[in-house]
């Protein structure tokens, strides 16, 4: 090999006689070899402070291998490393042919120090594939401002433009979602490009159409057809194909352009239809905008108060899987009907799917409470018949309060967003509450105590985990664990997440503290796997880490470090966050599962669209929502959650049965199909891994 570059070498060992020899065998391939030599954690700390290439680790009085991996993904550094075990401790890290167990491009496990070849060889080829990595990221960082420069001129585009995956919508602008009459890009998102395609034959052609694109062929890029809006109405249009690029993936662009005369007939219609929702007849979101932009100028001139009531339906996803859409927008129509009635004298508009925005005006706060508080326990008792069925809901209100002082009104409606979040928290996802934003108990100094609290957490690890475990019917074992996070506080107290996340959140902390969560779950897992090679981990994460690009990285670093098992760590997202981020979750879902980790889905069930969603990011297990298991005494609920259940199962997601806190619930969960049971019934979480059967 010839001599050609520069490597920066940092070595782990006691041996410092063996690391030179290894700068000795490494100048015949690189003109400088720099070395960092140590054996102990607080030099490591120190010297990740400058640029390396590549680490070699052999043994330190004070960490193990593990910890190294810990330390790097905690400073957040790409830096391939290399594990010298002796042969008695890398019996377990190799295969039956006496090599590595684990080798990759960011990874060798369980190499020989005395086989000085291949030490040397496993170096120049793991800063080899750190080269590439590196040219890599930087045309990716080309590639990437390339991509939001034509991202920006779409947005701003008066053409109709969308991107499609897989035939499936994953972003379209303002001109495309009024032409189909959709009100937000969450609407659209994951419907197929083919729904809006009218006529079998135009279905057949356009599917025809689209096969010959993606396998190369630009012969045509135009198809002509009749085009079908969200509403059932339709319009000649002409379509054009591109290739293009989403979040760094090869996407397919789509142009829609109105054929003839149609064009000014239909953007006609539009005009007059884009402020109404087609379901209630109120107000849809725009029509809600353009009334409270008027109202705010109105109330912070001085001339009047005002008040904003978030209202938001709490079970629908109970009352989707049991009574299917029809249900939804029965109860949808029944309650948008209530609403407009209770408050005849105020603007009612439906803001979302499942969520409505009322604006009071109003300078008595005591009776804006009061009005709350009556039509939540109205909209609590009413029976919504559906069909020969029947059904009921309740309602959860934020309350945002406004006067001369009012914050725009994004931050109103941000406001009102994060008291409706409260209620959840203080009813445990049950909702039928109604909680008035305080803004002190957001701006006080226990806020700001917190998050200095939380930085030195994190820095000084301060967090603490509890370990539940999850019984799997099908292997009869209880060596799956679900990580739960606490914060201890100085008086002796301890945190709860719900209690501390919001401040974690408006302090950009949501990250560190999934990182933090990740490493030491997976310290005490690949301690427990040397008694029980099986066991695995379910952690939770935040919707920050479902953005975060690095994460696969990270999570198949840890995988590797704790043993390299397929599933032996599983990660979990929230279903609402999914929803609300449904391409970057799909990116996300598909670069994990590539590092063969298992993917959860928390809170299984919420959303109106809860098994497409699954399908569509294709989980590897769901975790129930907890209102699907409060009340299995009722036979409709029962099978109600056996209907859910089959569904997911049709689809190959194992399911999780969570919160079975008492005999009863668990001799129907057995029945149910679920594959995973999990409950203080069956043992409530410990300081320590545990199954069952060690507790």
Known sequence: ?????????????????????????????????????LDDKKELVKLLRHPWDVLVFGQAYDMGFTDVVGIVQEQNIDLPMICLMSDEMSTTGRNS??????????????????????????????????????????????????????????????????????????????????????????????????????????IKGFKQFLRRFDKGNRDEVEFEFESRCKDGSTFEAKLQLAAATFDGDPVTQIIIQQSGADAAEIAKQLAAAQRKDSVTGLENRQGFEAYFTSLHEEVTSGKLQAALLYVRLDNVGKINSSLGLQGVDAVVKQVAYTL?????????????????????????NDEIIKQAEDVRQKINDMLIEVGKRSANTTVSIGIVMMDRNAPAPQVI?????????QVMIETQNVGNSVHVYDPSEHANSDDEALAEYLVNAISQNYFELMYQPIYDIDTDRSDFFEI??????????????????????????????????????????????KQHPESRVLVQLTSASLADSKLANVISQLIKAVGGSPGALTIQFNE????????????????????????????????????????????TMVRLAKSYVEDLSNAESVETVKSLVSKANDQGFGVLMPYIEEASTMSVAWSVGARYLQGYYLQAPTETMAMASES
């Open 1 to 37: 090999m010839a001599t050609e570059d520069i490597l920066n070498l940092i070595v782990i060992d006691g041996d410092q006689l063996y690391a030179e020899r290894l700068v000795t065998l490494l100048s015949s391939y690189y003109e400088t070899v720099s070395l960092g030599f």
């Open 97 to 202: 042919e006496g090599l590595p167990a684990i080798i990759d491009g960011n990874m060798v496990k369980a190499l020989l120090p005395e086989q000085e070849t291949q030490v040397v060889l496993a170096i120049c080829l793991a800063h080899e594939n750190l080269k590439t990595r590196r040219q890599f990221a930087g045309l990716r960082h080309v590639l990437s401002e390339a991509e939001q420069r034509a991202n920006i001129l779409i947005k701003n585009s008066k053409s109709a433009v969308a991107y499609i995956d897989e035939g499936i919508h994953i972003f379209a602008n303002d001109p495309y979602l009024e032409l189909f009459g959709y009100e937000s890009m969450e609407e659209i998102l994951g419907v197929p490009v083919i729904d809006l395609i009218a006529g079998g034959a135009n």
């Open 340 to 364: 407009d009635e209770f408050f005849d004298d105020s603007y009612v508009s439906r803001f979302s799917d499942t969520t409505f925005a009322i604006l009071i005006k109003s300078t008595r």
């Open 413 to 421: 409606v941000e406001r009102a967003i994060d008291a409706i979040n």
């Open 484 to 529: 739960y996070l606490r914060l201890p506080l100085p008086d002796g107290s301890v945190m709860t997440p719900d209690k501390f996340m919001s401040v974690a959140k408006s302090r950009h902390l949501l990250e560190k503290i999934d990182r933090w969560v990740l490493i030491n779950a997976c310290k005490q897992l690949s301690n427990f796997r």
């Open 576 to 619: 609402q966050d999914i929803v609300d981020y449904l391409a970057v979750a799909k990116k996300q879902f598909l670069a994990l599962s590539k590092v063969e980790c298992g993917l959860c889905i928390h809170n299984f069930g919420m959303t109106t669209k809860a098994v497409e969603t699954a399908e569509f990011v294709k989980p």
